[in-house]
Every structure is written in structure tokens, then in C-alpha cells.
């Protein structure tokens, strides 16, 4: 089976990112398929176990880098524990696709050093710091102290733009979704 690329988004969260991704992954002729994280958070409002995460425990999580299931994990939050599983990419090349990543800055960056021919590493920046932290509010998923950890933390995410291939800067979410769709068309081709 001929492996797919892998198409890595990163970002602070806030960003914009998740929609951006969520758009690429309803257009067909891209050929993608998200590759689902494994987290040892709790599930947000509307998210589902398998779907956007695969929720596990901090146990089974630390189970899981014992068996070397990992290729890539990251403690991202005190005792908050993502990582992708090798098992997604199996799982999304066995179906003829190419893998989107939606990971934090460190996590994406480990992809592209891994498979750094195969990988578009994608950073999209937020206008400013300030509008990610207006998105963020108004989200109103997250409790304040998350948010004001987020917000530091993004600030020395955008520190790490530079060692991506493109920094999308998502300014207007119409044009963002569209320079997306081309960087990854013209990839993905190649
Ligand atoms: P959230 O809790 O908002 O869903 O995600 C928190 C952060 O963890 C985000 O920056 C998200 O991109 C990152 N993240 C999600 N999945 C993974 C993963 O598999 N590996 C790494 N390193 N980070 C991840």
C-alpha cells in the first residue's frame, strides 16, 4: 500500500485552526482524513469519544507510551497528557488518504522531523493575541483559568512559526480556508 502525505496544522488554540480543518476534511477531492489524538482530558461540550478524541484516562494513557503506541505524545497541560497513536496512520493510509494533524506546535514539529519529505507543516497564527483571547471567551467553553493558561502558552507558541513550511495567517476565515485548500492540492499532487 503506497503511504499518504501527512498535512500537520498547528496552532494556538483560539486560532481558528479546528475550523479550518474541519473545512479541508468535507472537501472530497483532497482525500483526507483526520488523525484522531488520544487525550486524558475530559470531553467538551459536544465532542465524542473515536471522533475527536480517543478520551482515555491517565492511566491508560501512561499504559500506552509503556507499549510504544505513540508516535508523538506530549504532557501539553499539567497532567494532561495528547499524543497520536502510529495506529492512525495505518489506519488512514490503509483507506488511500492523506493524514491531517490538528496538534500543538511541539507535537506537529516532531511529525515533520520524523517524516520530513512526506509532511506539509502548516502554523496558523491568529491577527493577534489579543482577538485569540476574544475568540476564546467567546467560545465559553473553557473555564477562565484555562484561558488565561492558553494565552500564555500561545505566546510562546508563535515563537515557533518560523519552523513551519507555511504560516497561514487566518485573518479572514473565508480567504484562509481557500490558501489551505491550494497549499494542499499543490502537495498532495506531488
Ligand atoms: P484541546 O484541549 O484544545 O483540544 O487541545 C489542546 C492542545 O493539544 C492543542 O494545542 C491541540 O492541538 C493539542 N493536541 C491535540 N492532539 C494532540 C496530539 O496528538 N499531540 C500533541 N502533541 N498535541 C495535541
Known amino acids: 500500500m503506497a503511504k499518504g502525505k501527512l498535512i500537520v496544522f498547528s496552532a494556538p488554540s483560539g486560532s481558528g485552526k479546528t475550523t479550518i480543518v474541519r473545512h479541508l476534511l468535507t472537501q472530497e477531492e483532497l482525500s483526507l482524513d483526520f488523525s484522531i489524538s488520544a487525550t486524558s482530558r475530559q470531553p467538551r461540550g459536544q465532542e465524542q469519544n473515536g471522533k475527536d478524541y480517543y478520551f482515555l484516562s491517565p492511566d491508560e494513557?501512561?499504559?500506552k507510551i509503556n507499549e510504544d503506541a505513540f508516535l508523538e505524545w506530549e504532557e501539553v497541560y499539567?497532567?494532561?497528557y495528547y499524543g497520536t497513536l502510529k495506529s492512525e496512520l495505518e489506519r488512514i493510509w490503509s483507506l488511500g488518504?492523506?493524514?491531517?494533524?490538528?496538534?500543538?506546535v511541539v507535537g506537529?514539529?516532531?511529525?515533520?522531523?520524523?517524516?520530513?519529505?512526506?509532511t506539509l507543516a502548516v502554523f496558523v497564527k491568529p491577527p493577534s493575541i489579543e482577538e485569540m483571547e476574544k475568540r476564546l471567551r467567546h467560545r465559553?467553553?473553557?473555564a477562565e483559568e484555562k484561558i488565561i493558561e492558553r494565552v500564555a502558552k500561545a505566546e510562546k507558541e508563535l515563537s515557533y512559526a518560523k519552523d513551519f513550511d507555511v504560516v497561514l495567517v487566518n485573518d479572514d476565515l473565508e480567504v484562509a480556508k481557500k490558501d489551505a485548500f491550494e497549499m494542499i492540492a499543490n502537495f498532495t499532487k506531488k
Open 61 to 63: 494513557f501512561k499504559a
Open 78 to 80: 499539567e497532567n494532561t
Open 97 to 104: 488518504k492523506h493524514v491531517v494533524f490538528d496538534i500543538d
Open 108 to 118: 506537529g514539529l516532531n511529525i515533520k522531523k520524523q517524516f520530513p519529505e512526506e
Open 140 to 142: 465559553q467553553t473553557d
